[in-house]
């Protein structure tokens, strides 16, 4: 019984971490929240990937709120120099060239946008790269991994209360 509950506990805790792994040091927000604080919110494409400068420049190719330049200058957390070293913060957003992307952001000197991880700033998954998809997020791979291990862990005890049912002695209560 001990080996099931801690295959079930490790279960459990790979499927919880695995909904949104850098999400943790952020406070929990609905898209529409994200939307709500954002200056400006665009579905992009990176033109490049991580600079010396921290800063990446972004192809819109649809602004879902505000508006602005075909191509802007975001800071995304992440800096790489040419000589491999560089830093990445848990909120940063780690973007390669040629990834689609949702950036939610804030504008800051000149046509620059800033943001971060818990800006809500996310790849884009293949049905969403044409901006013709909803604003929202979609939550339910997270409800979805979190209901399975919640059944998960029942089954489990269920099942070792029906083992310890079946195996105990009868007869003491009559």
Aim: net charge positive; hydrophobic share 45%; aromatic share 4%.
């Amino acid at each position: 019984m001990i080996r099931v509950v801690s295959f079930t506990a490790a279960i459990v805790t790979v499927a919880l971490a695995g909904g949104a792994p850098a999400a943790a040091s952020c406070i929990p927000s609905t898209a529409e929240e994200r939307i709500a604080r954002a200056d400006v919110v665009f579905d992009g494409v990176a033109l490049e990937g991580s600079t010396a400068s921290g800063r990446q420049r972004f192809q819109v190719r649809h602004y879902v709120k505000g508006d602005g330049p075909d191509v802007v200058q975001v800071a995304t957390g992440v800096t790489r120099r040419p000589d491999g070293s560089g830093s990445l913060t848990s909120v940063s957003i780690d973007v390669r060239a040629g990834e689609s992307w949702r950036i939610y952001g804030d504008r800051t000197a000149g046509d620059g946008i800033v943001t971060s991880n818990c800006a809500g700033s996310r790849p884009l998954p293949p049905e969403e790269i044409d901006g013709t998809a909803a604003a929202g997020d979609s939550r339910f791979g997270g409800i979805l991994v979190a209901a399975v291990a919640l059944l998960a862990v029942a089954a489990t005890v269920l099942l070792s209360r029906f083992r310890r049912a079946r195996h105990a002695p009868r007869g003491l209560a009559e």
